[in-house]
């Protein structure tokens, strides 16, 4: 059993920062992807970012140049987003990717506003 705990949401005023942590736990023999999804009120869950096993990254063009994605070890993932706005404002989830299955985090909530 894969189990996913984020770490680090919470409140922040336009302009600041946070640091979202994932850490994997579990059987997991192989990992495809590693990364974060967010979901604000009455929109779909969307893709924020996330690494490959050979470091590459996909950026949603909405947070490029303000969030970065790291993977200190193969079963950790961190997110540090920059320069927050109010549009930031939703659920963060994070996501790993194993063979075709997909495991989800329980979500933490990122809310910018002042």
């Known amino acids: 059993q894969v189990q996913l705990v984020e770490s680090g949401g919470g409140l922040v005023q336009p302009g600041g920062s946070l640091r979202l942590s994932c850490a994997a736990s579990?059987?997991?023999?192989?990992?495809?992807?590693m990364g974060w999804y967010r979901q604000a009120p009455g929109k779909e869950r969307e893709l924020v970012a996330n690494?490959?096993?050979?470091?590459?990254t996909i950026y949603a063009d909405s947070v490029k140049g303000r969030f970065t994605i790291s993977r200190e070890n193969p079963q950790n993932t961190d997110l540090q987003m920059n320069s927050l706005k109010p549009e930031d404002t939703a659920v963060y989830y994070c996501?790993?990717?194993?063979?075709?299955?997909?495991?989800w985090g329980q979500g933490t909530q990122v809310t910018v506003s002042s």
């Open positions: 579990g059987s997991i023999f192989r990992i495809n992807t």
């Open positions: 996501n790993l990717v194993s063979y075709d299955r997909n495991y």
């Open positions: 690494m490959g096993s050979g470091g590459r």
